[in-house]
């Protein structure tokens, strides 16, 4: 999902892109997980790779993760990248219709009306590269679902915790995000002592960095280049 990227940054810098638990082709146990898990999850991976400091970032979830390492392990942080994500929960208004999704999807498999649903929410409406995405997910094994949504529903808010982040931050987000609003990136970037100014992704919805790359990486590579200079 951060192809766009790794090819517009990944002659310049050092790309590293990873499978979370419960995503791609990361072995997973059943046991429940949080976000907090997976922050601890990416030092090992960097501590496998040698890498004593980088600049962290994800769309969405990945998001979630890159500012609980920030909170965790700060030493180990250059900067942010924060694509469409947010500090806080799920809104309670949309979160029932996401849990009817999930136990459809998690018991029958991704139906055509609700991959649809989903690829319109997080890629955005009649998008061209919806298809490819709905038939990567329909393969993947139905059941899946269950552990990733729980980690999703279940964590906890750190907006009140953001002061305590000193890492610059970029703070990009699409102005179409139906799953997390503009509003929540401002109350993000507010937050952040050291956020740059948002970066608002016109016509984008929520996975602005596959469907919009071009003023997403060049947003990232500005980012990038300012912090390679101070």
Known sequence: M?????????????????DGRGHGLTETTPDDFSYWDSADDLRGLLDALGIER???????????????FAL??????IGLV?????????????????EMMADVWATDGPSD???DTVAAIIIGPDRPESA????????????????????LVTRDDITARLGEIDAPALVVH?????????????ALAAGLPKA???VRVPGAAHAANLTHPEPVNAAIAGFLKELGSS
């Open 2 to 18: 951060f192809a766009p990227q790794v090819a517009a940054l990944g002659s310049e810098y050092r790309v590293v892109t990873w």
């Open 54 to 68: 980088a600049v962290v970032g994800g769309m969405s979830q990945g998001g979630f993760v890159s500012l609980r």
């Open 72 to 77: 965790r392990h700060p030493e180990r942080v």
């Open 82 to 98: 924060l694509l469409d994500s947010q500090s806080g929960l799920e809104d309670p208004e949309k979160l029932p219709q996401y």
């Open 113 to 115: 009306m609700i991959a």
């Open 132 to 151: 490819a995405w709905i038939a990567k997910w329909k393969a993947r094994p139905k059941e899946s679902v269950r552990q990733i949504f729980r980690t």
């Open 174 to 186: 699409g102005e179409e995000d139906t799953a997390i609003e503009m509003p929540l990136a401002e």
């Open 196 to 198: 740059r100014p948002l």
